[in-house]
């Protein structure tokens, strides 16, 4: 089985900047609140495609550059 996160180093970015949670609750319509509490607690949620979009667009950086695929 296969789990995908989105790196540490993409959420430390995330946690900094504030703008840029803005900017994913205005691509994504999720509340800023939740978004928060996915991004501290590394949630899967994170990677729905969506989600993934939002944050790739944010930080300019491919999909497959910011998520670590681990298999199980």
């Known amino acids: ?12 970015k995330l946690k900094e900047d504030e703008r840029a949670i803005a900017h994913l609750f205005l691509k994504t319509n999720v509340p800023i609140t939740t978004l928060k ?16 979009l939002a944050i790739s667009e944010i930080t300019q950086t491919a999909i497959t550059a910011i998520v670590e695929i681990e298999e199980n």
């Open 37 to 52: 509490r996915w991004i501290t607690a590394n949630d899967e949620k994170l990677t729905m495609y969506g989600i993934l």
């Open 1 to 12: 089985m296969r789990v995908v996160k989105i790196k540490n180093e993409v959420l430390e």
